[in-house]
Structure formats: structure tokens, C-alpha cells
């Protein structure tokens, strides 16, 4: 897919939508008296608050703004924070992995909404669904988390939020707004992104808007022959030995927001669509062809003489379809060509929570809550020829998943240096599937599968208890330590329990970890559960700061891969896979230091920073290595500033990977070294961002980033014309700029 499709719409007619709201944000505002300060709608807790915890990062607006001209994948915000990897996906649909956990395994939230993807590739993830220009705040937990935060996962969690509202001061009207644009190099990567605010002191109105579109990608050198395709194509181009591809992407998000506050209380509502035009995976068998969501998102906090109270509702749709895009072949069938393989999806979100802060005391805070999801997925293949006829394939049909959780946290100030946490969470998960069938009903095999699955009973309930607890010890002002314990509970989605057909290209179809191998589910899964021991210890003094981080976790029912029924798997290529309870263990540590290293008149001043990670998991069971596992890996960086102007430079360094999944055929990738280069300049209320991502033009294969398998014949695991047995290409030397203008 070296070049996006531009001729595809959206589905709503957006650009009036968006000259209309301006023009009456502009109609509205004429004649305002403008104020020089927006005041923020935050609402705190009446009782005092424990010190913040030293395993969670908190990432606000100034933190991320070096960072979003050089990427369109809000995943990658993250990637600078010590433990957090990425696992590469398509161009804005990275998963974040958290000390070895990463995807569902993880509790990620993006404005209170619990996304789920839904796509059997998992294309459509939490973060691709709020573009990066749009993030004010992330929040990562990684040791000690509070099971309000947590449920349905093992790992850790990310919380992501957009900015907050903006309000006038009393009697006055408020007028805001922020314009910017980027372009990188490789992939000839453009965007841009608006916002517009009009606001009296009460009401807050929003508007913002942001595309992307890139290219395919190229690496520094050739890693591939240059025609990998054989036979018949429709629409391919010649994919350079360089090129990465299925990795251009289009990209466009929008969303109308309304604030309104009284003294301590506030409510807002978010209606917001997104639309991907398209998006290729170089590591799926498949390519996004369509993905557009809808969501409302009300909520309101408050705050009263015994705490806070907040409140949420969301009711998201998503429609996303996937199909082979330009890069891969498409087939041939019995009266001729036809048009691939379409796959649609179609999910239903709904949720709610209710939470409440209880200042029980000056020092001790209670936390409780109930949270309520209510998910719907088809997934549904219409025939195409070729042997995909002359029925649709239903991989899921009438998907169910419900969670309802209750939790309670008590958080207590013992003294001015021992603070303690407790926090326990039940939550009850019911999972069920409606009856498949296979595209022809008739034929043995798929007569076979779909009788027997649809003959079981396939509803499911999980009682899962999530533990949190943890003590904080801070003899100083400079010095803080923690230990926890927790207890994290997953229950299998959708796809790992229900997806049902064993034929060689239905299983190439289902593959949400990107190893190239196909999938069928398994009914009769548990839930994982995970027992983590972590401690923290953070010195902060004057001019420098140091964070060691170890830990510890058993996970018991991990869901890894075995040779599916009645296959017969072999060593050294993709394989049908299916999913099985086992036993894991993964253990590891976290480094991160920064030192100010002075300045000179005239000149600046100079601050390095550092970060270490290192972790191993081990799947106890067959004594295989876990996948996707990062190895020993490093980051240090030198910051210059002077007044307005800020320097970087940053030096990426990772070891080879060698312990890999034997099981998933995992392809071992080589040691690398990187250079970057960031620059920005403010002036009055215009930014200016330059930077080059790998400036030293470095080949090197992304550990993370499963098995290349983005162009040729992609429909079976192990057919010739494609590039099996190679690791997913980093990208290529690339320039960047990008400029934001406020106003």
C-alpha cells in the first residue's frame, strides 16, 4: 500500500461540519472581550491526599509536545517512560506492552472509555482511537496499582485524557485556539491538526480536528529481494527491497465537546468520530480497509464536604473492515478475479462507572466504585469466490462480553513518612457466542467444526478478585520506597475463546500478536491470574534523581499458543496455532536517573537523563521463552536549553534477541544503536519542531515487531511469494517538522 487512497470519503460530510462549527464559534465570539487566562475545571479532593505513588508516571501537555510532530501513533508517547515498550502494529495502532504484558493484558482507558478491539487482529487498539495532538495527559501504572484502576487485566495500566476544559473568568467570554501542521521525510508523512474554544465561566464549547496520512515507510537498507509476489496480481506495485510494506496509513479524528461548571461541579459531553480511511499491518495477514467509530462520552464530578463523587456513561460503535490492500496479492476465483477477502466487524461499547472519594479522616481516604461494560461483536465474512462462497463465514456472530466490577481502595497517611494502600475488587465477566457457520454449509470440514461448536454450550461467567497492597515509606523529602503485592485477574476475550474454524485460512485470518501464525480459540479457557511482587525506590536531590524499579510476577493460566488439534506443526516455520492455559513467570527491573549538569551565561544549560530495562519471561509449563519479550535495552539523552530554545540529542541502544518463542516461531533480531536529533523554538504563541529520528541511517529489525508477512501471497502461512522468516524492518533515516500556532 505504497500510496493511501485518497478517493475513499468518509461516511459524514465532515469539512461543513467543521466550517460550520467555526463559523459559529467565530459568530459567537465576535465582539467578546478576550481574557488572557483559560482557568482549568479541576475538582480535588476535600481530604488531605497521600504522596503520589513512585511506580506511576504522569505524563501532562508540556511532557508531550517535543514528542507528537514525529509521530502519528499516540502509543508512542509513551515510549520514553521506563518498562513501556511498543509492540508495532500499523502506523497508529502500536501496543503498548508494560513490563512484558501488553494488549488486553493491559487496563487502558482514553477518556474513561474502555475501547475494546474490535478486529481479529486486534488493528483497532485503545490509543489509535485519540490522536496525539488531542492527548493533555497520560497516566501510566506499572507497580502499585489501585484495583479502581485496574480489572480485567494482569499487567499494568495507562489512563488517557484530553485536554481539559478551558473557562472565561466571571462576567467574560473566552476565545481560544491552536492550529498546527507536520511533515516527515519518510513516508512523506503529512497532518494537521485544530482546535477552537468558546467558553464563558461556566460553559465550555470544543471543537478539534486532526489527519494524518503517510506513505509506506523505508528502511535504511534493502532487507528482502525486491519482488517478493509471484503469480497473477491486481493493483500491486513493485515494493522496493527497502520498503516496508503495508505500512502507509490515512488517518482522521474529530470530536465536539461542551463543559459546563458550577462551584464544585462539573459535567461534559464528548461526541466524537473517527475515520481511517486505511491502514496496512506489515505483520498481518490482512490490511485495514475502513475504520470508523463513534462515541458519546458524558460525565460529571463533583466535589462535596465528604469528598468527591464522579460519574461516567459511553455508548462507542465501531465498523471496521480489513481486506488485502495494494502490497498483497489478491486471489483468483472459480468465474475469474475477485476482490480478496472481505472481513467486516461491527462492535458495540457500552459502559458506565460510579465512583466516590470518602475523606474519612485528614488521613485516611476511601475509594469505592462499581463499573458496568455491556460489549457486542459480529464478525462476518461475505463470500468472494475462490473457495469463500457461496455463504458468509461467520467467525463470531452475536459476540457477547459483560463486566460488572465493584472495588474499594483505602488509602491511609499513618504518619508524615509511612503511608499504606489496601484496595480489593470483584468483578464478574459473562462471555457468550451465538451459532457460526463456514462459507459453504455443506462441505465436511466447515459442516463438521460448526456443528460441534455450536452444539456446546458456550456461555461462560469468570469470578475474578483483583489485590492491592502496598506501603510507602518516605523518611525525607528527597527519598521515597515502596512495596507492593497484587493480585490481577483476565478473563479471555472474544476472539480467544470463540473463533472456532481450523481450515488453514480461516486460522491465517485470526492473529492479534502479529507472529504470522494462524488461530483458533478455545471455549473452555480461564481466566489468568497474575501475582506480582514490585518495589520502587526513588531519590530525588537538588540536581539529580534516581528510580530502581524490580519485580516479580507468577501468572497462573497464562493463555499461550500449542499446535492446534489435528495439525501437525514443525520447527522453523509459521504454524496453526491454538490457545492453552499454562504457567508463566516473568521478572525483571527498571532504571531511570537524571542528572542537571549546569549551565553557562550565554550559552544554557545542560541536563542528561538515562533509563535501563531488562526483563525475562518464561513459560513455566513447556520451559519455551514467552513472546515478545524485549531484551536488555537503554536510552540516554542530552538536553540544552536557553530561554526559548531547546535542544536534544538521544541515543537508543537495544541487545539482540535471542530468547525467543519456539512455539510461535519468534525470529531473532540482531543488536542495534540509534541517534536521534530534536530541536524546538518558541516565540510569542508559535512553536517550531525539527528533529531526524535514526540520523546515522541505521538498519536494524524492530524486536517488537512480529514477522513480516506484508506483501505477497498472504493467505496461506507458508506459500512462496512472500518473505517468511523475517523480522518486521525500523524505519530509515527521516526528517520531521511540524509548527503550532495559538491563538
Known amino acids: 500500500?505504497?500510496?493511501?487512497?485518497?478517493?475513499?470519503q468518509p461516511v459524514w460530510a465532515l469539512r461543513p461540519l467543521v466550517a460550520i462549527t467555526l463559523s459559529i464559534f467565530a459568530s459567537l465570539s465576535y465582539g467578546a472581550e478576550p481574557v488572557g487566562e483559560a482557568t482549568l475545571g479541576s475538582i480535588e479532593v476535600t481530604a488531605k491526599k497521600s504522596a503520589t505513588s513512585p511506580s506511576t508516571e504522569q505524563l501532562k501537555a508540556n511532557d508531550l509536545t517535543a514528542q507528537k510532530p514525529a509521530t502519528s501513533d499516540t502509543a508512542s508517547l509513551l515510549k520514553n517512560t521506563a518498562g513501556v515498550q511498543l509492540n508495532?502494529?500499523?502506523?497508529?495502532?502500536?501496543?503498548?506492552?508494560?513490563?512484558?504484558?501488553?494488549?488486553?493484558?493491559?487496563r487502558i482507558k482514553v477518556n474513561g472509555i474502555d475501547y475494546i478491539s474490535a478486529c481479529a487482529n486486534h488493528m483497532n487498539p485503545a490509543l489509535s482511537y485519540i490522536d496525539p495532538t488531542q492527548v493533555g495527559s497520560i497516566k501510566i501504572y506499572s507497580g502499585a496499582i489501585p484495583v479502581g484502576v485496574g480489572g480485567d487485566s494482569i499487567g499494568g495500566a495507562i489512563v488517557v485524557n484530553g485536554k481539559e476544559p478551558?473557562?472565561?473568568?466571571?462576567?467574560?467570554?473566552?476565545?481560544?485556539?491552536?492550529?498546527?501542521?507536520?511533515?516527515?521525510?519518510?513516508?512523506?508523512?503529512?497532518?494537521?491538526?485544530?482546535?477552537?474554544?468558546?467558553?464563558?465561566?461556566?460553559?465550555?464549547?470544543?471543537?478539534?480536528?486532526?489527519?494524518?496520512?503517510?506513505?509506506?515507510?523505508?528502511?535504511?537498507?534493502?532487507?528482502?529481494?525486491?519482488?517478493?509476489?509471484?503469480?497473477?496480481?491486481?493493483?500491486?506495485?513493485?515494493?522496493?527491497?527497502?520498503?516496508?510494506?503495508?505500512?502507509?496509513?490515512?488517518?482522521?479524528?474529530?470530536?465536539?465537546?461542551?463543559a459546563y461548571k458550577v462551584n464544585n461541579h462539573m459535567v461534559d459531553a464528548k461526541f466524537g468520530y473517527q475515520h481511517i480511511i486505511n491502514q496496512g499491518f506489515p505483520n498481518q495477514h490482512m490490511d485495514m480497509t475502513g475504520n470508523d467509530s463513534i462515541h458519546f462520552n458524558l460525565g460529571y464530578k463533583g466535589a462535596y464536604d465528604w469528598g468527591n463523587l464522579s460519574a461516567r456513561y459511553y455508548n462507542e460503535y465501531t465498523r471496521h473492515k480489513m481486506n488485502f490492500a495494494e502490497d498483497k496479492l489478491f486471489w483468483y476465483g472459480p468465474t475469474g478475479t475477485v476482490p480478496g477477502m472481505p472481513m467486516d466487524t461491527a462492535g458495540r461499547n457500552i459502559g458506565a462507572s460510579l465512583k466516590g472519594d470518602i475523606a474519612l479522616s485528614d488521613n485516611h481516604i476511601l475509594k469505592i466504585g462499581t463499573e458496568y461494560q455491556r460489549y457486542r461483536l459480529n464478525d462476518w465474512w461475505s463470500p468472494s469466490g475462490g473457495g469463500m462462497w457461496p455463504n458468509t463465514f461467520w467467525n463470531i456472530h452475536d459476540g457477547q462480553r459483560d463486566r460488572l466490577g465493584i472495588f474499594?481502595?483505602?488509602?491511609?497517611?499513618?504518619?508524615?513518612?509511612?503511608?499504606?494502600?489496601?484496595?480489593?475488587?470483584?468483578?464478574?465477566?459473562?462471555?457468550?457466542?451465538?451459532?457460526?457457520?463456514?462459507?459453504?454449509?455443506?462441505?465436511?470440514?466447515?459442516?463438521?467444526?460448526?456443528?460441534?461448536?455450536?452444539?456446546?454450550?458456550?456461555?461462560?461467567?469468570?469470578?475474578?478478585?483483583?489485590?492491592?497492597?502496598?506501603?510507602?515509606?518516605?523518611?525525607?523529602?528527597?527519598?521515597?520506597?515502596?512495596?507492593?503485592?497484587?493480585?490481577?485477574?483476565?478473563?479471555?476475550?472474544?476472539?480467544?475463546?470463540?473463533?472456532?474454524?481450523?481450515?488453514?485460512?480461516?486460522?491465517?485470518?485470526?492473529?492479534?500478536?502479529?507472529?504470522?501464525n494462524g488461530y483458533v480459540g478455545n471455549i473452555d479457557l480461564k481466566p489468568e491470574v497474575a501475582h506480582t511482587l514490585s518495589f520502587t525506590a526513588s531519590l530525588n536531590k537538588a540536581q539529580w534523581g534516581l528510580k530502581?524499579?524490580?519485580?516479580?510476577?507468577?501468572?497462573?493460566?497464562?493463555?499461550?499458543?500449542?499446535?492446534?488439534?489435528?495439525?501437525?506443526?514443525?520447527?522453523?516455520q509459521f504454524n496453526s496455532l491454538t490457545l492453552v492455559n499454562q504457567d508463566a513467570r516473568l521478572y525483571g527491573a527498571d532504571l531511570s536517573a537524571y542528572a542537571s549538569l549546569g549551565s553557562i551565561d550565554g550559552v544554557g544549560a545542560f541536563k542528561a537523563q538515562a533509563s535501563i530495562g531488562y526483563i525475562k519471561g518464561t513459560n513455566k509449563t513447556t520451559g519455551d521463552n514467552l513472546y515478545n519479550i524485549m531484551p536488555l535495552n537503554g536510552k540516554l539523552?542530552?538536553?540544552?536549553?536557553?530561554?526559548?530554545?531547546?535542544?536534544?540529542i538521544e541515543t537508543e541502544l537495544v541487545k539482540s534477541k535471542d530468547n525467543v518463542s519456539q512455539a510461535r516461531y519468534?525470529?531473532?533480531?540482531?543488536?542495534?544503536?540509534?541517534?536521534?536529533?530534536?530541536?524546538?523554538?518558541?516565540?510569542?504563541?508559535?512553536?517550531?519542531?525539527?528533529?531526524?529520528?535514526?540520523?546515522?541511517?541505521?538498519?536494524?529489525?524492530?524486536?517488537?515487531?512480529?514477522?513480516?508477512?506484508?506483501?505477497?501471497?498472504?493467505?496461506?502461512?507458508?506459500?512462496?511469494?512472500?518473505p517468511y522468516g523475517i523480522q518486521v524492518a525500523g524505519a530509515g533515516r527521516s526528517f520531521y517538522a511540524g509548527i503550532n500556532a495559538k491563538f
Open 637 to 648: 539523552s542530552l538536553t540544552h536549553t536557553l530561554g526559548k530554545w531547546s535542544n536534544t
Open 1 to 8: 500500500m505504497k500510496h493511501c487512497n485518497t478517493n475513499q
Open 548 to 572: 530502581f524499579s524490580p519485580y516479580y510476577t507468577e501468572v497462573n493460566n497464562y493463555i499461550d499458543a500449542a499446535c492446534a488439534p489435528g495439525k501437525t506443526c514443525k520447527a522453523g
Open 408 to 516: 474499594g481502595d483505602l488509602e491511609s497517611n499513618w504518619s508524615e513518612k509511612w503511608a499504606t494502600q489496601v484496595g480489593v475488587r470483584y468483578e464478574q465477566v459473562k462471555t457468550n457466542t451465538g451459532t457460526v457457520q463456514g462459507y459453504n454449509t455443506t462441505m465436511a470440514n466447515y459442516l463438521a467444526e460448526s456443528k460441534a461448536f455450536n452444539a456446546r454450550d458456550r456461555k461462560r461467567t469468570d469470578h475474578n478478585i483483583d489485590i492491592n497492597l502496598s506501603a510507602r515509606y518516605s523518611p525525607n523529602d528527597s527519598q521515597t520506597f515502596e512495596g507492593a503485592f497484587t493480585r490481577k485477574t483476565r478473563s479471555p476475550n472474544l476472539y480467544e475463546r470463540y473463533t472456532w474454524s481450523t481450515g488453514g485460512m480461516a486460522m491465517a485470518m485470526n492473529n492479534w500478536v502479529n507472529d504470522g
Open 88 to 106: 508495532t502494529a500499523g502506523g497508529v495502532s502500536s501496543l503498548p506492552s508494560i513490563r512484558g504484558l501488553a494488549d488486553d493484558r493491559l
Open 166 to 258: 478551558q473557562f472565561a473568568s466571571t462576567g467574560q467570554i473566552l476565545r481560544a485556539g491552536e492550529i498546527g501542521g507536520f511533515y516527515r521525510s519518510n513516508g512523506n508523512g503529512v497532518g494537521g491538526n485544530l482546535s477552537a474554544t468558546l467558553a464563558t465561566d461556566k460553559l465550555s464549547l470544543n471543537f478539534n480536528s486532526s489527519t494524518a496520512q503517510s506513505d509506506n515507510y523505508k528502511s535504511a537498507k534493502a532487507f528482502k529481494p525486491d519482488t517478493m509476489a509471484t503469480g497473477t496480481t491486481i493493483g500491486n506495485h513493485l515494493i522496493a527491497g527497502d520498503e516496508v510494506a503495508s505500512s502507509a496509513y490515512n488517518t482522521q479524528n474529530h470530536e465536539l465537546s461542551a
Open 666 to 722: 519468534e525470529i531473532k533480531t540482531a543488536g542495534y544503536g540509534l541517534l536521534h536529533l530534536r530541536s524546538s523554538y518558541e516565540w510569542k504563541n508559535l512553536r517550531f519542531d525539527v528533529g531526524v529520528e535514526n540520523l546515522l541511517n541505521k538498519q536494524y529489525a524492530l524486536p517488537l515487531g512480529g514477522a513480516y508477512i506484508g506483501q505477497g501471497r498472504t493467505m496461506s502461512l507458508n506459500g512462496a511469494g512472500a
